[in-house]
Nanobody, 125 residues
Framework: QVQLVESGGGLVQAGGSLRLSCTASGRTFSTYTMGWFRQAPGKDRGFVAG????????SYADSVKGRFTISRDNVKNTMYLQMNSLRPEDTAVYYC??????????????????WGQGPQVTVSS
């Protein structure tokens, strides 16, 4: 079993920055593919970014490319999402997710096995 604990959400003005963290426990985190998803009210949960187990392979949704950066520290069992130049449309509940190996980054939330609790990120205009 894997447990994911997130932190770092909050309220920020448009143009500002936030960093989300997702710390894993319970299994060998360093071999797991990880991802960030978000869900705004009335919308489906959508892919934001993903990272392979070594950290060298990453993928981003078009809407966040150039503004968000995903990274991981396998020694600390933690994944990060640095969010810069935030926009009101980035407002959502953000979830980290993981799936065991062997696996590639996927934009489909349905195939991820474990999820964090989802902190709220609110960007005011």
């Amino acid at each position: 079993q894997v447990q994911l604990v997130e932190s770092g959400g909050g309220l920020v003005q448009a143009g500002g920055s936030l960093r989300l963290s997702c710390t894993a426990s319970g299994r060998t985190f360093s071999t797991y593919t990880m991802g960030w998803f978000r869900q705004a009210p009335g919308k489906d949960r959508g892919f934001v970014a993903g990272i392979g187990w070594t950290g060298t392979s990453t993928s981003y949704a078009d809407s966040v490319k150039g503004r968000f950066t995903i990274s991981r520290d396998n020694v600390k069992n933690t994944m990060y999402l640095q969010m810069n130049s935030l926009r009101p449309e980035d407002t959502a509940v953000y979830y980290c997710a993981t799936r065991p190996p062997p696996s590639r980054i996927s934009t489909d939330p349905g195939i991820y096995n474990y999820w964090g609790q989802g902190p709220q990120v609110t960007v005011s205009s």
